[in-house]
C-alpha cells in the first residue's frame, strides 16, 4: 500500500563514514516525532519478544552537496514540512541543550547543513528532493 506521506534523509557527502551514519540517525529521531502517525505498531518475534515499533513507510536517504542541501533545506521551510536539520556545530557538543543553543545561534540561511531530514506530503517531499541522487 502505498503511503500519502514521504520520509526522506539528505546528508552531506564527503562526511566520514560514521559522519554520516551519526547524522542519519539523529535526523530520524527527529523524524520520528512529527506525528503520531509517523511510527507503526511494534514488533514481536515468535518467541514473544517484544521490539519497538519503527516508521511505517520507507525511509529514502540522499546525498548531497553544501549547495544542494541549502537548496532542499529552503524548498522544505517554504513548504511548511517537518524538517529535523544537523549542522556542522552539532559534532563539537556533546549534550542536547548544547545542540540546539548552536542551532538556535545561526539564522536558517547560514546553517552548515551536514544532513536534514523531512517528512510531509508525498508530491511535497518529491519536490523537495527533486534532482538529488539516492545515497549509495
Known sequence: MRSDTKIAVIVRSGLADWQKLNVTAFLAGGIAT??????????????????????????????????????????????????AVYTDELFATGNDADNRAAVRAVEAGKLTLAGLAVYGPRNAVDRTTKGLKLHG
Open 34 to 83: 512529527a506525528t503520531d502517525e509517523v511510527m507503526g505498531e511494534p514488533y514481536e518475534d515468535g518467541s514473544g519478544n517484544r521490539y519497538l515499533p519503527m516508521f511505517r513507510e520507507p525511509v529514502l536517504c540522499f546525498a548531497a552537496d553544501a549547495e544542494e542541501l541549502a537548496t532542499a533545506h529552503g524548498r522544505a521551510l517554504s513548504r511548511g514540512l517537518a524538517t
